[in-house]
């Protein structure tokens, strides 16, 4: 297997996940010769290249050597596009071809590629961006045990990943990972709003509430316990917390969040068919 240091990736886009990408395997131990990228914006360009010595290109298909791996990160809007674009030089080099776009499946990247490539379509989330995403990741069938560890090199750079043998399960993985920061910033938001009527002045209530979420995500990351035994735990008979957790369970909270999350799966179902 191709250790991250004999591994070549080629980035179609250098937006803000594959600048999220490229510093996690910066730091991870690739040297900048090992990377390259292409993005049509002159701004973005030189700010990857100053932030990251790497060579960028105006044009996908400039100095596209022998990737190992391309990667690419654009707008989910452009890929028909921009796959059709860099086809010549893929199809060339025939190397790992990784997606981070949403809604965009992998016949439809060998479709737009116009040739049977190995596939890997990713689900990153935006705390990717500070190197702690939950990633779930479908590999087509022509992707090899050696491919699927290059791959998770890459993208355990940025944070955690997890496989799914059937790529509509990445659909469920939009509507709980992908989707899911603006779950606990919702909940995050209404909670600092809710102290707030309480009388905690608003700068008080938002450093409570981010603490809070940060130490409970903390403990359920690093305790044996389950989330259920958890919320027990910090749940005494007739107290403070029984109170809040029993107006949330009279407003049937189990049923709002079910509903949300299977809405965000159909819509995830519908997008790969209107991107066609
Ligand atoms: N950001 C996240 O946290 C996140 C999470 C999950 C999935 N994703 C996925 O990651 C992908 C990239 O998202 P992003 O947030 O990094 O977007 P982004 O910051 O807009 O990056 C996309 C980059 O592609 C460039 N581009 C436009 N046309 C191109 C072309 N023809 N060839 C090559 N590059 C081109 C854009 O340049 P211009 O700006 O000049 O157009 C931009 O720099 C999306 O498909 C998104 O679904 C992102």
Aim: no cysteine.
């Amino acid at each position: 297997m191709k250790s991250i240091q004999d591994i070549r990736i080629r980035f179609v886009g250098a937006g803000n996940m594959a600048a999220s990408l490229i510093g996690g395997l910066i730091n991870k131990g690739m040297t900048a010769s090992q990377i390259t990228a292409s993005d049509p914006g002159k701004n973005q360009r030189d700010y990857i290249e100053k932030q990251f010595q790497i060579l960028t290109y105006g044009d996908n298909n400039a100095h596209f050597g022998m990737p190992d791996i391309v990667i690419i990160a654009v707008k989910p809007q452009i890929m028909k596009k921009v796959l059709k674009n860099v086809a010549p030089s893929i199809v060339r080099t025939s190397p790992l071809v990784v997606s981070v776009a949403a809604g965009i499946t992998t016949q439809q990247i060998k479709q737009w590629l116009g040739a049977e490539l190995p596939v890997v379509r990713t689900m990153p989330n935006t705390p990717a961006l500070i190197g702690q995403g939950a990633i779930g990741m479908y590999a087509n069938e022509a992707v090899d045990e050696n491919q699927k560890l290059m791959t998770e090199q890459v993208m355990d750079a940025v944070g955690t990943s997890i496989w799914v043998k059937k790529e509509s399960k990445i659909d469920a993985v939009t509507a709980l990972s992908g989707s899911g920061p603006a779950y606990f910033f919702m909940f995050m938001e209404y909670l600092q709003q809710a102290a707030e009527k309480l009388d905690l002045s608003a700068e008080d209530a938002a450093l409570l509430t981010k603490k809070t979420a940060i130490g409970a995500a903390l403990l359920a990351e690093r305790s044996p316990e389950t989330l259920s035994q958890l919320k027990d735990r910090v749940t005494s008979p007739n107290g403070t917390t029984a109170a809040a957790l029993a107006s949330f369970t009279a407003n049937d909270i189990r049923n709002i969040i079910e509903k949300a999350i299977q809405a965000a799966n159909d819509r995830s179902v519908e997008l790969s068919k209107e991107f066609d």
